[in-house]
């Protein structure tokens, strides 16, 4: 016998039996502290972007996360196999939120310790570092979580730049001025903001559209200089 056909029945037997009621267990604990962390995310969250749409796919990214460490750790084979499949599968999402990344690396390792059948530590290490995150949350003094630029165009004769600049003061951390643009006909006004949350974003287009309804405006990241 060989050294190879030693290898191959090693791989063959080297197997274990998945406990199902075991597993259904860990999949029902995945399943709650997903929503757990999801509505987490919803409430102390601080991008800008759709939270509760983010947070849908942890249920998902937690629950399959859980399957597929439970299903590679009866195997050695598989887990092999997993690195093949892996080296294919390319996840090309851009995430521009690092409080995004964070949070779905929570839901991954949710999964990982589920999968590894770790409950206790996983319920354990989950209730600390949330409670970490919603204690963090109330007693920050500051909720600082976007720079991004707010342009404002429209025409000369119809922008006023002290009651525009008002209304991005009244609904934001911080604004300034960092460029104007103006001619005989138009007006463009760009503006650094620090928002707390995407309702400011709501109340300031609102604001701007009652002082004038043909204003044009436009919210974009502070990606570069401008």
Do not use: W
Not at 45 to 61: C, D, E, H, P, V
Not at 103 to 112: E, H, K
Not at 148 to 164: C, Q, T
Request: charged share 20%.
């Amino acid at each position: 016998m060989n050294k190879l056909q030693t290898f191959e029945q090693f791989l063959a037997s080297s197997s274990a039996q998945v406990s199902l009621p075991s597993f259904i267990i860990n999949l029902i604990v995945a399943a709650v502290l997903a929503t757990i962390l999801g509505r987490i995310y919803v409430k102390y969250g601080k991008a800008l972007s759709n939270r509760q749409m983010f947070a849908r796919t942890f249920l998902i990214l937690t629950m399959t996360i859980m399957v597929i460490i439970t299903i590679v750790k009866s195997s050695l084979a598989l887990s092999l196999g997993l690195v093949g499949a892996l080296s294919i599968v390319r996840f090309r999402t851009a995430i521009k939120e690092p409080e995004e990344l964070t949070y779905a690396f929570l839901a991954i390792a949710i999964g990982l310790g589920l999968g590894a059948d770790q409950l206790v530590l996983t319920i354990i290490a989950f209730t600390i570092i949330t409670t970490i995150i919603i204690v963090r949350a109330r007693i920050s003094k500051t909720k600082l979580t976007e720079f991004g630029n707010f342009r404002v165009s429209g025409s000369s004769a119809n922008v006023d730049l002290e009651k525009i600049t008002d209304i991005l003061a009244a609904n934001s951390i911080g604004v300034t001025l960092k460029r104007m643009d103006e001619n005989e006909a138009d007006m463009e006004i760009l503006y650094s903001v620090v928002l707390e949350s995407y309702e400011d974003l709501v109340k300031i287009k609102k604001e701007l559209k009652t002082l004038n309804p043909h204003l044009s405006t436009s919210y974009f990241d502070n990606i570069g200089n401008i």
